[in-house]
């Protein structure tokens, strides 16, 4: 065997003696599972409305966009989209990208000038990380939730540039960040903040606006907002909220908006259409809330050590990765869906089940799942 693939052999060994294999598997389209693991909190992803608002657009301009919007033209799916975005996050402008992972790179890249000091949560989700690293900015990492930290690294870097890059809702142990605290602090050093609203979007917040709009952030010319279109609105993308300043800037210099083939405009037009639904979704948001709450409740009296219910991120400790892997393939094969995180994917050393909430599943089938995990995970 080559050199090369040899290495990797040796490497995919030791991921097996650490218990970190990672396997796909196979999801039918009529499975009967009960998810949770995906991010689809208010069950758009299967909405009539939206699936037929992404087959008239899909039907009027094919299956993708064809190339970037400042090639090949933007289209009125896009605008209509961004507008409603920026309408209900309470900013300026939006502007959306093919991906939230691209959206983090892009804004985090165009809000680096010479000597930018990157200050980031040790929580933050991998595409904040990989966009301070290829923005080139030093980027110095605070302890979670660690306001003082905070503080203390932009008061030693005064008269430089600085961005504050925290998440909302943090994506593995789902507890929220101290946004107001956040800000208070950057603006007293000139600095600005940077939300990943990416697991608050459509389920905190006034409207389900996200957890900017819940810190009374929305609209403050020193905080930039980011977030998927993938998880509460069901679809795929990202987006970057802010001034209009900033937004043009992404649009002529933003790597990832310029050199990337846009979101399709069918995506588009479902995930508009979505955002109307999550806006008018507080019934939604409410039994999310309430099955979180009744989660927590039930898998901490079974005696596992669950995570607050502060959205819809619940992450359950496991003794370790094998235990973590054992765990959600028996609940996969008692027809649960379930998270399993192992580092890399988790912020420390600790494995997880990490269980996101579906409004949309049938309140009898989410009930059954919770006794599942209790009796897969004693
Ligand atoms: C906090 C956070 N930011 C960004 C992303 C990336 O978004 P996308 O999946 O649209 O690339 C994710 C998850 O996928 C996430 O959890």
Redesign the pocket.
Known sequence: MADWLAALDRRADLRAKAGLTRRLHPRAADETVTDLAG?DYLGLATHPEVTAAAARALSAYGLGATGSRLVRGSTDAHHALEDALADWIGTDRALVFS????A?LGALRALVQPRTLLVSDAHN?A??IDGCRISGAETVVTPHADVTAVADALAAAPGRPAVVVT?SVF?VDGDLAPLARLHAVARRHGALLLV?D??ALGVTGPAGAGGVAAAGLAGEPDVVV?A????ALGG???LVAGPAEFVRHLVETGRTFIFDTALPPAVAAGVHTAVGLARAGEHLRAELAERAALAVARLAAAGLTVSAPDAGVISVTAPGPEAATAWAADCRDRGVAVGCFRPPSTPDTRSRLRLTINAGVPRTDFERALEVIVEVAP
């Open positions: 991010n991906s939230g992972y691209l983090n989700h595409s904040l998440e994506s990943d990416a697991h980011t998927t279109l993938s998880k795929a993308g990202g």
